[in-house]
């Protein structure tokens, strides 16, 4: 008897720290929200949009669709050959280090390639103290949105090791590049940030350790 009772308060401690686990877990914001599909048939002529292209800093108080944000995300990270998974930008031995986060009125979104989707990272308005971490350049707080591109560079590393870092700087570039020339093809403006605390831009966004932000996109409507 004193062995049932014995293995019976066992399972029932087990229990109590698994569901006290599934308790504390829902603390974090979670949540997916899958986009409209990107549209590929374009409506402006590539060299039009790199005339166009300029650096705009300057946004008006009006948010992006939902389309729009779309469009954006595919052209930055997007999957544009499925079979292979292949994606809009070059990427060293297609390892695909560069994960992006949304910053917007509504909180803090990660983008996943494979679903087309984004996944809730943060629900707090973080664009005032991500606007601090950057040199308090008013764009960053203005924008509407805001692309942090960043990038896990162990995941390049195991291939390219001392070379990983300089594939995802230049991976960033393709990225932003992209991101740019399809806001400008949207009617959106948008500027790279380069000038910013790396840590702590990284705690305002409360990223994974290991990974590292290397650009910032504030994107919106030209004032």
């Known amino acids: 008897m004193r062995t049932f009772t014995h293995v019976l308060y066992c399972v029932m401690a087990i229990c109590a720290l698994v569901l006290g686990g599934a308790n504390m877990s829902t603390t974090k914001p979670e949540g997916r929200k899958p986009l409209p599909p990107a549209d590929v048939s ?43 998974g292949y994606r809009s930008v070059p990427s060293a031995g297609a390892l695909y280090p560069i994960e992006l986060y949304l910053v917007t009125g509504e909180g803090v979104y990660h983008y996943l390639p494979r679903e087309h989707a984004l996944e809730t990272h943060l629900t707090d308005d973080v664009r005032r103290p991500l606007q601090q971490a950057s040199i308090d350049q008013e764009s960053v707080g203005e924008a509407p949105l805001t692309v942090a591109i960043t990038a896990v560079v162990d995941r390049s590393a195991r291939k390219y090791r001392g070379r990983a870092e300089r594939y995802c700087f230049i991976e960033a570039g393709h990225v932003a590049q992209n991101m740019l020339l399809q806001a400008t093809a949207l009617g959106l403006g948008g500027v790279p940030v380069g000038a910013f605390d790396d840590d702590q831009v990284a705690r305002v966004l409360r990223l994974p350790k290991d990974t590292r932000v290397l650009y910032l996109l504030p994107i919106g409507h030209p004032r």
Do not use: N, V, Y
């Open 42 to 84: 374009g409506k402006m002529p590539l060299e039009q949009t790199i005339a166009m292209r300029r650096s705009i800093r300057d946004f008006a108080a009006k948010t992006l669709t939902p389309e729009q944000i779309s469009q954006l995300c595919w052209a930055g990270q997007g999957i544009t050959d499925p079979a292979t």
